[in-house]
């Protein structure tokens, strides 16, 4: 009787003794029972880490964040460690953080940041849309918790679907609104996109929808086509008459060579006359004088 209860007693200090060899953490703000901190962007989260029992001070801590190592300095690894999260980030959403003992790697402890926050919807936002054309307005909607509802609207009244060809879509992200060919006296206006979250109430954004005039436009490719049969077709035609071309252009240029040569002679007819005259009265005069 007495050796079961000394082994009874033996394993029940052993069990002690497993659970209280691990790591403990304290959050600010606190841990739920599933091990998680709810919190916000902006704010700060701190973590401190420290073996149980808290006699151990000279054991070294590790931080994993998402299963990587967090960098520490030498002197927050000793006995106890701590973490900062500030500001806490979107990115932040769904981190775990983890600590644990350098020489015994099954003594974790961890704790998983919620971050909430609202959608991103305010203000307004002015859009011009050509008549006939495609109208797409998107709507950011991602928030954490997720919003409850998206609804839109056109000049205070709920978007008739059926009447103006519009279509909708979300995808937990963003919900969009579109139309295909729109109409000045349909689809003008203003839009408004109002997501509720269930923690932070209604959102909502504006969308000011101009209609401008439909612009005529060239269409580009079969514009591109037309020119290179044009220069096609020039290009041949003056490949058919080349030689023609060319004994008109050869005339052309011993005609002009010609009339050059003539017009030079005449010069030279001209000033050989007054030359000689020049002479002649030169001669005279030393004969009478």
């Known amino acids: 009787m007495e050796l079961m209860f000394g082994a009874l007693l033996f394993h029940l200090l052993l ?11 304290q959050t600010v703000p606190a841990v739920d029972s599933e091990g998680i901190i709810q919190t916000k962007l902006e704010k700060t989260v701190s973590l401190v880490c420290q073996p149980d029992g808290g006699h151990e001070a000279d054991e070294e801590l590790q931080w994993l964040r998402n299963g990587f190592a967090v960098h520490l300095t030498e002197e927050n690894r000793m006995g106890h460690s701590s973490v900062c999260v500030t500001p806490v980030l ?49 709507c950011d909607i991602w928030a954490n918790p997720p919003v409850s509802s998206v609804s839109w609207s056109l000049n205070g009244s709920a978007v008739d679907l059926l009447a103006g060809g519009f279509s909708v879509t979300n995808d937990g992200f963003t919900s969009t609104i579109s139309a295909d060919k729109v109409e000045k006296s349909l689809h003008e206006g203003t839009y408004q996109c109002t997501a509720e979250s269930p923690i932070y109430g209604s959102h909502n954004k504006k969308f000011i929808v101009t209609l401008t005039d439909k612009t005529l ?8 086509a037309g020119m290179v049969v044009v220069f096609f077709t020039v290009l041949l035609a003056v490949a058919s008459r080349w030689n023609r071309i060319r004994k008109g252009v050869v005339t052309c240029f011993r005609w002009v060579r010609s009339a050059v040569h003539r017009q030079i002679q005449t010069v030279e007819e001209r000033n050989n006359r007054q030359l000689k005259r020049n002479i002649l009265k030169t001669a005279a005069f030393r004969l009478f004088s």
């Open 15 to 25: 069990y002690c003794a497993t659970q209280t060899s691990g790591v403990t953490i």
């Open 217 to 224: 436009t060239i269409p580009l490719m079969p514009f591109i």
């Open 90 to 138: 979107y990115e932040d959403n769904g981190a775990t953080f983890t600590c644990r003992r350098r020489n015994n790697a099954t003594a974790t402890a961890s704790v998983t940041l919620n971050v909430t926050y609202r959608p991103q919807l305010s203000g307004s936002e002015e859009v011009s849309v050509e008549e006939e054309s495609m109208l797409v307005l998107p």
